[in-house]
């Protein structure tokens, strides 16, 4: 476990360099995304051997983190197995965020959310990747480009873990720039909070309604 960056006094984002220790945060993440009703099924754990992660720890606790798998590390990058026909004219300089999540009650944590971002930006950057790609469903995608994010949908509408999904991709310089201006500007944190409010309760109302048998 390498120390990447410190949080006040009880949080922080470390890399994760052994094997027991991902295996701590993928289960993290199998607990959260069954609490949204993902269903990534041995996904998170196929991604595992080739992914590098990051975990946000409160205290002693690991709340969440991020699974990214680097193309320049000579792995099939996992959008591969959804969207085969998508091809990106340089592989070697594109990363895969296969995961990103904190625990439901750390979710509104934007002190812990943004300086993981920073540390996404800076992997990539340390290791020559300019391109960024993730999974949105529709509301997501809508919230994400309501806090700002440039993402441009590559992939066309289909269902991976669940829900429909659309393949996006972002410049790495969005993030930094994103990054910046919430470090910099508290009106901006505050926009972003509320926009994700806003978001999250738009994102449940368009959830099927469940009913009892």
């Given at each position: 476990?390498?120390?990447?960056?410190?949080?006040?006094?009880?949080?922080?984002?470390?890399?994760?360099?052994?094997?027991?220790?991902?295996?701590?945060?993928?289960?993290?993440?199998?607990?959260?995304?069954?609490?949204?009703?993902?269903?990534?099924?041995?996904?998170?754990?196929?991604?595992?051997?080739?992914?590098?992660?990051?975990?946000?720890?409160?205290?002693?606790?690991?709340?969440?983190?991020?699974?990214?798998?680097?193309?320049?590390?000579?792995?099939?990058?996992?959008?591969?197995?959804?969207?085969?026909?998508?091809?990106?004219?340089?592989?070697?300089?594109?990363?895969?965020?296969?995961?990103?999540?904190?625990?439901?009650?750390?979710?509104?944590?934007?002190?812990?959310?943004?300086?993981?971002c920073v540390?996404?930006?800076?992997?990539?950057?340390?290791?020559?990747?300019?391109?960024?790609?993730?999974?949105?469903?529709?509301?997501?995608?809508?919230?994400?480009?309501?806090?700002?994010?440039?993402?441009?949908?590559?992939?066309?509408?289909?269902?991976?873990?669940?829900?429909?999904?659309?393949?996006?991709?972002?410049?790495?310089?969005?993030?930094?720039?994103?990054?910046?201006?919430?470090?910099?500007?508290?009106?901006y944190c505050?926009?972003?909070?509320?926009?994700?409010?806003?978001?999250?309760?738009?994102?449940?109302?368009?959830?099927?309604?469940?009913?009892?048998?």
């Amino acid at each position: 476990m390498k120390l990447l960056h410190q949080l006040g006094r009880h949080a922080r984002i470390v890399s994760l360099t052994s094997p027991a220790e991902t295996e701590g945060l993928v289960q993290v993440f199998e607990r959260i995304a069954l609490d949204l009703g993902w269903q990534p099924g041995e996904a998170i754990r196929a991604n595992q051997p080739a992914a590098q992660h990051m975990a946000v720890t409160v205290g002693e606790s690991v709340v969440g983190g991020l699974q990214v798998v680097l193309g320049n590390r000579g792995a099939v990058l996992p959008y591969r197995l959804v969207w085969p026909e998508v091809e990106l004219p340089d592989v070697a300089a594109t990363a895969h965020v296969t995961i990103l999540a904190l625990r439901p009650e750390y979710r509104w944590r934007f002190d812990l959310f943004w300086p993981l971002c920073v540390e996404l930006w800076r992997l990539c950057r340390t290791g020559g990747i300019r391109t960024i790609l993730l999974e949105t469903a529709p509301p997501t995608l809508r919230l994400y480009r309501r806090l700002g994010w440039p993402l441009e949908i590559i992939g066309s509408l289909r269902p991976h873990w669940g829900e429909d999904c659309y393949l996006c991709r972002m410049d790495v310089r969005g993030v930094a720039a994103l990054t910046a201006k919430a470090e910099r500007s508290q009106t901006y944190c505050m926009l972003v909070q509320q926009a994700y409010r806003d978001g999250a309760a738009e994102c449940a109302m368009e959830q099927p309604v469940e009913t009892a048998a």
